[in-house]
């Protein structure tokens, strides 16, 4: 036995973390609890605080039946309860004992009723503890508003093994004053008080038990569709339900305690039939007899789809690593679940992934393996991003590289799309003749002109839908150019290796014809022996400046010795240059005017021009020339 202050006490087990115990009149201050004599070497002190002193027992009792009038009224409008279907004899057992405790407290003698007083107090009710479910008699879900039957089946055996705990106490004390052969009018007021207690307690048990027996809360089977579609990217609701089933007999090993509960009440319950019974005889009252106990939990379950409460289920093992699956709860009870694929492809793709429901607080989980297909969502049209009309290096990339913009119907950026890329005009190479868009749905390539091709080279950029056929916008076309004028600036000074005025090769000797033995410095014969080309300004399509210097060697006629005198000299001549944007042609002025038009033809490492020039000094006639620079 547990002793506290020094005294036996009876201890009553209730769920796994309370224990009620039974206590005599203790004097105020300090206690020691005893555990020794149940083998536990251990002892706790507690504190007895100041009694409140009774100095109206009748006012006790009179409170005391006055809520037993009252829960007995509460429990009444469950009678007709379709589910509950709470029996009548049990409201009139409590007011058969109510009335037993009116009709005898008067006749105790004063002493009699302080000590019947305390006890009352002791084991006063309150009505509004014994309020019953009001359950849903389709599903029996429980309270409403509830939306999971785990939580409502948990509550219920809470409250099943509150009612145990709380009715034991009065159950133990009226067997041991219903066991004294010849009770006393105070025993007997004592018993009735009990039995009042006890089936206030009982009823309550006997329900929430019910509650156990019949809710449909153990999962059995997640149930889903066949097959699920999941659209890339695209937000689907989905509502699993599950089939959820009862308690039967075959569970009473994975709920070995609750079934020991149950063993308890059913024993609770015969033993507070004798003692009514014997109440009933000594009283001679007339009552309805209480009915027999009725297991609460039956031989067989019936099952129940519930829709899943998605805060108890998460998706796992989803069989394609590519595909990810991402969900939220949503506000109508189910889930928002988007799924993506990261990775290259506009085909259908079958994939697996199971929903995992766990119910942790009776210690049950159940897995079902989802059949889906994820269907990409497929390109609408391409769009050209960056990179288009520009001019560069024949033999080197161009400085940006050429990007497109893939997007669905709804305007969204797609990513994984695969953009193939072809030249089309003026040869040239690609870094990658496909490429995939990344997460802005942008996709590119690198491009290099082709060294010897001059005017518009074009690069084609190709999108297709699943089916094969181009989307929208494809191809999309990019165009460049060799950028003459920014290769001759980029370059700066170029040799001079070719110059031909009207047919004439000036790096060859020109003969003069003046071999009359004129003065000195007329020449006979003249060539270029070399030359540069240097070619400045901010910007190629803008006028610069272009300066050409030579080396010559000039010959002179000795008639004396009828031989030639060699002369270098040098000559430097500057024009102004552009490249017309409408032609592509170079253009050399003087003075504001036009005087020279070239066709380039642009090679790895040297640029031929072919055209007309004017000699500014004989009028505005113009003859053909041609010319060739070639890098340093």
């Not at 309370?18 to 020794?36: C, H, N, Q, R, W």
């Not at 694929?341 to 159940?366: C, M, N």
């Not at 030639?564 to 050399?588: C, E, N």
Request: include cysteine; glycine fraction near 8%.
């Amino acid at each position: 036995m547990i002793k506290v202050g020094g005294k036996e006490v009876m201890a009553i087990e209730g769920d796994s973390n309370k224990v009620a115990f039974v206590m005599p009149i203790l004097p105020e201050g300090k206690v020691t609890i005893d555990y020794s004599g149940i083998g536990i070497n251990k002892q706790l002190d507690m504190t007895v605080g100041t009694y409140t002193p009774i100095t109206d027992p009748g006012a006790v009792a009179s409170t005391f039946t006055t809520e037993l009038g009252q829960i007995a009224t509460r429990f009444q409008a469950h009678v007709a309860d379709p589910v509950i279907q709470l029996e009548p004899a049990f409201i009139t057992a409590i007011n058969q004992q109510r009335q037993l405790i009116t009709d005898n407290f008067p006749k105790l003698s004063p002493a009699e009723q302080l000590e019947m007083a305390y006890l009352l107090k002791g084991m006063m009710l309150n009505d509004a503890d014994f309020a019953l479910v009001d359950h849903n008699p389709d599903n029996y879900r429980g309270i409403k508003g509830m939306i999971d039957p785990e939580d409502e089946w948990i509550r219920a055996r809470v409250m099943f093994y509150g009612s145990i705990t709380a009715g034991s106490a009065s159950f133990w004390l009226a067997t041991k004053l219903a066991s004294y052969p010849t009770p006393t009018p105070w025993q007997w007021v004592g018993i009735s008080a009990c039995v009042a207690t006890n089936l206030a307690c009982i009823v309550i048990a006997k329900s929430e038990a019910k509650n156990i027996g019949e809710l449909k809360a153990l999962i059995e089977e997640v149930k889903t569709p066949p097959s699920l579609k999941f659209i890339g990217g695209k937000l689907q609701k989905l509502n699993p339900v599950g089939s959820f089933r009862n308690l039967n007999q075959a569970d009473k090993a994975a709920f070995a305690a609750l079934f020991e509960k149950v063993t308890k009440l059913e024993n609770w319950y015969n033993g507070l039939v004798t003692i009514t019974n014997k109440v009933k005889s000594i009283f001679s009252s007339a009552s309805m007899d209480l009915p027999p106990y009725t297991n609460p939990i039956k031989a067989q379950s019936t099952v129940k789809e519930i829709t899943l409460n998605p805060a108890k289920a998460v998706f796992r093992n989803v069989s394609d690593p590519s595909i990810k699956l991402a969900y939220t709860l949503n506000s109508a009870g189910g889930f928002d679940v988007t799924a993506t694929r990261e990775a290259v492809g506009l085909q259908d793709r079958p994939f697996t992934y199971d929903i995992e429901y766990t119910q942790s607080g009776i210690g049950r989980s159940k897995t079902k393996t989802v059949n889906a297909v994820f269907q990409p969502v497929q390109p609408f049209a391409v769009f050209l991003e960056d990179g288009n009309n520009q001019s560069g290096k024949p033999g080197e990339a161009l400085a940006k590289p050429l990007q497109v913009k893939v997007i669905d119907e709804d305007g969204k950026r797609l990513a994984f799309i695969e953009v193939e890329w072809s030249v089309k005009l003026g040869g040239g190479s690609l870094s990658s003749g496909k490429s995939i868009t990344n997460a802005q749905g942008i996709a590119q390539t690198t491009w290099t002109l082709k060294v010897g091709a001059s005017g518009d080279q074009k690069v084609e950029a190709i999108v297709k839908k699943a089916d094969g056929t181009p989307v929208y916008g494809a191809p999309t076309v990019f165009t460049a150019t060799t950028g003459l004028g920014a290769l001759l600036v980029a370059e700066g000074t170029w040799n001079l290796t070719a110059y031909q005025p009207a047919g004439s090769d000036f790096f060859q000797f020109q003969d003069r014809g003046n071999k009359a033995c004129y003065p000195a410095g007329v020449y006979d014969k003249d060539r270029i022996v070399s030359g540069t080309y240097t070619f400045s300004g901010i910007d190629p399509f803008i006028v610069g400046t272009t300066t050409r210097s030579t080396v010559d060697e000039m010959q002179t006629y000795n008639c004396a010795t009828g031989t030639y005198t060699k002369t270098l000299g040098s000559t430097t001549v500057s024009h102004g240059w552009k490249i017309d944007a409408q032609t592509g042609k170079l253009v050399f002025t003087y003075q504001g005017k036009e005087v020279g038009w070239f066709d380039a033809t642009v090679y790895e490492n040297r640029i031929t021009f072919s055209g007309r020039a004017t000699d500014v000094k004989e009028g505005e006639a113009t003859s053909s020339f041609y010319f060739e620079i070639k890098k340093k």
